[in-house]
């Protein structure tokens, strides 16, 4: 007889079709890689906005706020950044398998690390888009809003992706967005447009038209605010 030396025992639940059933909307994970200061938070963020907007359960993971809590004991090495990345992947599923939309920005600077992302989602039959925000080096460094390209090129910042630690670009991405030449309110149509066409999601009425009035501005200050930011 096969011994469980976890002792721990898989408990099956109400399945993904039936999830997505009672609350009428898909569960995806939307996965969001790149360059810091690529974008990808701000676009993120204004996604998210548009989702909830539309009456779909989203919710953004961002790759600075986990390391508040979950990732907290994780540093910047190799071996550090694929276990965010695997922590990350597994949460994002239990997200999407739920019936909601997670959506995920994180630099996820290695090929196989991102497979495995995928792959976990994919054996569950959950539907996983990737994203490259894409932008040169150059021009993140220009941007740099939080000052990490100037600390890491001072040495004060080790293993920094894209001066010293590498970015492995996607090969096969779903959609790429080029950070330079999009706005933000360009890059959600691109990603809305993509999910829509691909039987993702359909984008529901809005929540009524007072809330939506007030919701629409409060997007369109926070977007205003973060793409300043970036822009410094």
Known sequence: MATNPRNITWHPSLSHTERTTLRHQPGLTIWLTGLSASGKSTIAIALEQHLLQHSLAAYRLD??????????????????????????????KL????????????????????????SVHEKEGLAFVEVWVDVSVEEAERRDPKGLY????????KEFTGISAPYEEPEH???????????????????????????????????????????????????EKLTAAYAQ
């Open 63 to 92: 790759g600075d706020n986990i390391r508040f809590g979950l990732n907290s004991d994780l540093g910047f090495s190799p071996a550090d950044r694929t276990e965010n990345i695997r922590r990350i992947a597994e949460v994002a």
């Open 95 to 118: 997200f999407a398998d739920s019936a909601t939309i997670a959506i995920t920005s994180f630099i996820s600077p290695y090929k196989k690390d991102r497979e495995v992302a995928r």
């Open 150 to 157: 100037k600390k890491a090129r001072a040495g004060v910042i």
């Open 173 to 223: 991405a779903e959609i790429v967005i080029r950070s330079k030449e999009t706005s933000v309110e360009e890059a959600v149509v691109q990603i809305c447009k993509y999910l829509e066409e691909k039987g993702l999601l359909k984008l529901g009425r809005k929540v009524g038209d007072e809330s939506a009035k007030e919701g629409g501005q409060e997007a369109s200050e926070m977007r």
